[in-house]
C-alpha cells in the first residue's frame, strides 16, 4: 500500500545544508495500522507530509500502490494536528465534511448521504448545520477525521491528530480510531509522540532516530484485534511492549546506534 | 475580556448576566444605558449651537443657531432640488464604490494569487496609493467637465485602494494548515479559490470596503464642492456664495447624517456576511 523508499529531506539554513531525515525505508501493507514514534524534532511530521505529497523529498520517495508520490495521491486522506486550523470556519460541518466529495461526481443527495454517513461513523449523527466553533476540540477533531473517511480513502495518514485534546478525549478519540479502521478495513500510519498510544493503537510501531533521521527499531505489537483502554493497558504484555519502545526512544535520544 | 465589555456585548445581544443580578429588595443602581448617554450628548451640542450665536462669543451672520440651521433644513427637505442634490451625492457614491469594490476584490484576488505579478507589481501600487485623489481635479474636470463622471474618477480612485490593498492582504493570509488540508483533500484550483482563498480575504475585504465606503463619500461631497458636478457639496458651496449660512450648516448637518448611515449600513453587512467570524460571533476563543 505504502513504500518509503530511502525517503530523505535536507533543509538549508543561511546556506548550510542540515539533514532532517537521512534515509528511512520501510512498507506499510494494505490494512495495517502503523504507528511512527521518535524523540521529539526527529522529523515524523516532515516523514507525514513528504507521504501525503505536501512536501518534496530531498533522495528517495514514497509510493502509494507502487506509483511515486508527487503530490497529493488518490485515495490518501490527511488528518492535521491542528484541527481548528484544518477545519474551514466559514463552513458548517455538513459542508466541511461534504466539500472533498465534490469532485466524485455524486448527486447532492448521494454526497448527503455520504456526509450523513462520516458523521454517523465518528458519533456526530445530526451535527451537519452546526459550526465547527461551537463543538469542542475531540468533537472538531472527530469532524475532520469524518471529513477525511467521507471519500472512503483507502490511506489515512494521521499527524499526531490527538496531541492537542485532553486525556479522556484522548482515550475515546484512539478506540474511534482503532474502530473505524477495523470496520472501514482502510490502512493507517499514525504518527504521535506518545509511547502509550503508539503501543495501544498499532499493529506494529516504527521507532525513529535522532536526526539525521534513520529507521532505528520496529516493534511488532502482538496485543491481539481487541483493545481496552483499562485491561490492555494495564497488561504485563502492554507494560513489556512499553519498555521496549521507552528503551528504544531514549537510546534514540543518545543517539547510540 | 474586560466586564465593561462583556455587558455591553450582552446588553447588545439582548442577553442577560444572571450572576450580577442583585437579588435584595435595594435595587443598586444601574449604569446609564449608552444609547441614553449618546442622547445627552447630541441634545448637549445642539444646545450650545442654540446658545452660542445668542452671545457676544460668536457671529450669528457665520454660526446662526441651532433652530435657524433646523428651519432651514426643513425647508430644504421640502424642495424637489434637495432631493435632487442628494440623488446626485448617492448615486456617484453608490457607483463609485462598487466599481472600486468590483475592480479591488477581482484585482487583488488575481494579483494576490499570482505571486510574481505582486511582487511586479508592489512598487507601482505603493506609489500610486498615496496620491491624493483630489490631486487629480484638474485631470477629471479636463476629462469629463463638471458632470458626474468627474465625481466618479475621484471616488473610485480614492476608494479602490483601501480595497485592493485589503484583498492583498487578506489573500497573502491563507492558513498553511488550511492550505496543506486543501491540497491533501485534492481540491480543484477553483475550488480552493471558491473556498479557502475567497473566505480568508474576505474579513479584509469587509474592512476595505468600510473605510471605501468612508472615503467615496468624503471625496464625493469635496468633488461637487470643488469642481462644481452636482450633488450636495454643490449645494453647499452655492449656499455659502449666496450667504445662506443656515442652509449651508443644515446640507453640512445631512453629509454628515449621510457618513453615519453609511457606517452603520457597512457594520450591519459586515455582521451578515461574516457571522462565523471571530470578531463577529463574539466568542473570544
Redesign the interface.
Known sequence: MLEVAGIGRDYRVDGEVHTAIDALTFQVAEGELVCVVGPSGCGKTTLLRMCAGLLAPTRGAALVDGREVDGPPEDTAVVFQEYGRSLFPWMRVGANVELPLKRLGLTRAQRRERVAEALRLVDLEGKERVWPWQLSGGMQQRVAIARAIAFRPRLLLMDEPFAAVDAQTRADLEDLIRDLWARLGITVVFITHDIDESVYLGQRVLVLSSPPTTLRAEVHIGLGPERDQLETRSSPAFAKLRGQVWAEIQAAKRGET | MSPKRSDRLNAMSGKRTHSHQPRSNRPRPRPVPPLLLGAAGVAAALLAGQVLPLTPLVNPRYFPTTSAVLAALADDLARAEFWRALADTMTAWAAGLAIAVAAGAALGILIGSLPPVRAATASTIEFLRPIPSVALVPLAVLLFGTRLPSTLLLVVYAAFWQVLVQVLAGVRDV?P??A??A??????KW?RLA??AW?TA?PYLMTGVRLAATVALVLAVTAELVIGSPGLGHEIAVAQTSGAAERMYALILVAGALGVAVNLGVRALEREVLA???SV?G?A?
Open positions: 492558513d494548515v488550511a496543506d488540508t491540497k491533501s483533500l485534492r481540491l480543484t475550488q473556498h479557502l473566505p474576505l462565523w467570524h471571530p460571533r466568542e476563543r
